[in-house]
T-cell receptor, first 111, second 114 residues
């Protein structure tokens, strides 16, 4: 079964707007990771946030983690058409346990 | 640094046929993963190797799927015989050591079973 559940399933915005995607999970985690997947391509790692961190930034990306609510959000600021992709959150419980992915959010950025 | 390599990129077979996929991880990465991604879903782990040993194969359908990483470097995933529901993208990923590290993914192999 999938640990993470992204919300919304699909999101369509205009170029220049901000895009926010949410992820909820069920069990305690070591870290939470966000990945991007362009159509027909492999996954690209975007950002990793550990369970003792609350917020991380990378360029136009901002990730928050609320372990009390078992949720995370990914914010993409000033979106571009090239940001059009599916975005997945994935969690790792501990040690060498497998990465568990959600179903993803499909983001469309309209130029 | 070269990324994770996979081949072939695309494969079309008929049900009950056999198929094999190949993956070469990033040099020095001890842990290798095979995922199955069905259209519209997130990747699901099939098997995890650390060096040449299996760490987790609990979700591998062992009656038809097999995987090996004999020398602890590249790996092959085989399906024999294939079913229609095996149509998916098969992704290979690697990490330096543990699954808590960043995973680097290959481009995937898109399998269509007719």
């Amino acid at each position: 079964s999938q640990q993470g559940e992204e919300d919304p399933q699909a999101l369509s915005i205009q170029e220049g707007e901000n895009a926010t995607m949410n992820c909820s999970y069920k069990t305690s985690i070591n870290n939470l990771q966000w990945y991007r997947q362009n159509s027909g391509r492999g996954l690209v790692h975007l950002i990793l946030i550990r369970s003792n961190e609350r917020e991380k930034h990378s360029g136009r990306l901002r990730v928050t983690l609320d372990t009390s609510k078992k949720s995370s959000s990914l914010l993409i600021t000033a979106s571009r058409a090239a940001d059009t992709a599916s975005y997945f959150c994935a969690t790792v419980s501990s040690g060498n346990t497998p990465l568990v992915f959600g179903k993803g959010t499909r983001l469309s950025v309209i130029a | 640094e070269a990324g994770v390599a996979q081949s072939p990129r695309y494969k079309i077979i008929e049900k009950r046929q056999s198929v094999a996929f190949w993956c070469n991880p990033i040099s020095g990465h001890a842990t290798l993963y095979w995922y199955q991604q069905i259209l519209g879903q997130g990747p699901k782990l099939l098997i995890q190797f650390q060096n040449n040993g299996v760490v987790d194969d609990s979700q591998l359908p062992k009656d038809r799927f097999s995987a090996e990483r004999l020398k602890g470097v590249d790996s092959t995933l085989k399906i024999q015989p294939a079913k229609l529901e095996d149509s998916a993208v098969y992704l290979c990923a690697s990490t330096r050591l543990e699954s808590t590290d960043t995973q680097y993914f290959g481009p995937g192999t898109r399998l269509t079973v007719l």
